[in-house]
């Protein structure tokens, strides 16, 4: 009895594969021609996470203590690793992966097998085993075959194969068929992943640099109002001074300290400040909150001249939003050119061959065509109507889309060239404020001047350094922005300490940052 199951077993498999073997071939001979790549028309900067994003990426990680010191490619770095909005697009751009695989592989393959006992008069025991082939081209063919060997456990076995091929000649066929839809759909959202892989790690960039010179300006404008307190406590002991000797009113005095107290209550609201941006900045970061690393880079100021009509056609060249409009035009047009393929007559080929064994031999086929013919069927008409109107929008927002590229930029060079003109204004503001609080001190010295003169000269002082700080800041972030604006990589600026330019190959990317 083993013997003749054995023996049985390998005839079912032999005879499973040979007919496999025939789909096999039949398949390429009925395969799609050459698919285009998820990547294609995608700038290499676009294409980063199809190289380096891995579901390793996604294991969990416990926030840990902030670092001593931090520079500003070492947080880019951390965020890019343990940020939880960017893990959620690692997530996207994996499973728009994955999806993309599935959607390539046409063909399917199984093996069966049955065991079964029936009993009435007496008790039958079956074994069946087989094997079955099936493959949808994206041409709209779909061709199957089914090898099946049935009663394993006797010498009476019975055999049987079926072999189906379907072939759409007009509704269904082509570029217009389900499985052709499928795999492009698939790959269009593949390489839409991409592109937002890529603009939500712009994004991410944009906001933890944003993040880090908060926290570079709060400890400036921290330091300037501790200068602050300090000349005002010296402005206080001077008067007390000069009270004293007889040469000013009491009101001198007790306006200098009250001056005292303002100041000394904004150096603990500027504290309380720094350590809220720093908190955001660690929680951003995916680090323990309460930490106070040092910040070690500092804003680089490099002045650039700005060409905004050469910026605004490189950026139509580089924004990745219009490409992801370009992709949601293309699946307009594919969801129309499918609703105009319904309304077509459906005229499929079809043919079959059946073989079967028992005792006997019996074969048969059959080959014919399948037409149906839509009529008055105002749903397919409205489809198509549905799908132009859609395609138009779809059109029109690109279109839109450009002009919102065109005033980013323009919105962006603006702000940069503002921000500059005022490094200029304050740097030249607290030369002037330290001038007048030379020529106020010398004035209260020699009995001309006030002590209200002097401390509104240190009020000046400090605004004025103040305002520097912010201005020189607001230039750095305003570059940054425009680099978001034209489409270029911000890797390659926060890899080094260089400013921001609207050049491509603005620096070297850090190999390891790029992940």
């Known amino acids: ?42 700038r290499p900067e676009w294409q980063v996470g199809q190289e380096q994003v891995s579901p390793e990426d996604l294991s969990v990680i416990v926030p840990a203590p ?55 008069d007496e008790t039958v025991d079956q074994v069946t085993a087989g094997a079955a082939f099936s493959y949808a081209a994206v041409t709209g063919a779909d061709f199957s075959v089914v090898a099946e060997l049935a009663r394993l456990d006797s010498e009476e076995t019975q055999d049987s194969v079926s072999v189906v091929l379907r072939q759409p000649l007009l509704a269904g066929r082509g570029d217009a068929s389900a499985a052709y839809e499928e795999v492009r ?124 009509a050469a910026l605004t056609a490189q950026a139509l060249e580089s924004r990745p939003d219009l490409l992801l409009a370009d992709i949601a035009i293309e699946d307009a047009e594919a969801a129309l050119r499918i609703s105009r393929s319904e309304r077509l007559p459906s005229l499929d080929l079809f043919g079959g061959w059946w073989e079967q064994r028992n005792g006997i031999e019996e074969r048969s086929w059959n080959v014919g065509l399948d037409l149906s013919i839509p009529i008055g069927s105002r749903s397919l008409t409205e489809a198509v109507n549905q799908a132009r109107w859609d395609l138009l929008v779809s059109q029109q927002g690109r279109e839109t889309l450009v002009q919102q590229v065109v005033a980013d930029v323009r919105t962006e060079a603006r702000a940069a060239e503002a921000a500059r003109a005022n490094i200029d204004i304050a740097e030249s503001s607290v030369e002037l404020a330290e001038r007048s609080i030379e020529i106020a001190q010398r004035m209260v010295e020699e009995g001309l001047g006030t002590n209200r003169d002097l401390l509104d000269a240190q009020d000046d002082l400090r605004q004025s350094q103040r305002s520097l700080v912010n201005s020189q800041i607001s230039y750095y972030l305003a570059l940054v922005r425009l680099r978001v604006a034209l489409g270029l ?12 330019t609207t050049s491509p190959d603005a620096g070297e990317p850090d190999p390891e940052a790029a992940g």
């Open 185 to 308: 759909r698939a790959r269009d959202a593949y390489r839409a992943e991409l592109l937002l892989f890529f603009t939500d790690r712009q994004s991410l960039i944009e906001q933890i640099v944003g993040a880090y010179f908060d926290v570079v300006e709060q400890l400036q404008l921290v330091a300037i109002q501790e200068a602050s307190v300090e000349r005002r406590k010296q402005s206080v002991e001077d008067a007390r001074l000069r009270l004293e000797a007889g040469l000013i009113p009491e009101i001198e005095l007790r306006r200098a300290q009250l001056r005292l107290s303002t100041e000394e209550g904004l150096a603990v609201l500027q504290k309380q400040r720094l350590r809220d941006t720093t908190d955001r900045l660690l929680l951003l970061l995916g680090l323990e909150v309460g930490g106070m690393p040092e910040l070690v880079t500092p804003v680089p100021y490099d002045p650039q001249s700005l060409d905004v």
């Open 1 to 42: 009895m083993e013997t003749v199951v054995g023996r049985s077993a390998s005839r079912a498999c032999a005879f499973g594969l040979a007919w496999v073997g025939l789909g096999l071939c039949l398949a390429l001979i009925l395969g799609s021609p050459g698919e285009a790549r998820a990547s294609e028309h995608l």
């Open 66 to 120: 902030a670092p001593p010191e931090l520079s500003l490619q070492d947080a880019v770095l951390l965020a890019l690793e343990q940020n939880l909005g960017f893990r959620r697009t690692l997530q996207g751009l994996l499973a728009a992966q994955s999806n993309w695989y599935v959607a390539r592989q046409r063909w399917s393959l199984s093996a069966l097998a049955a065991a079964e006992r029936t009993g009435n």
């Open 489 to 500: 990589d911000l890797l390659p600026v926060v890899s080094s300490d260089q400013a921001p």
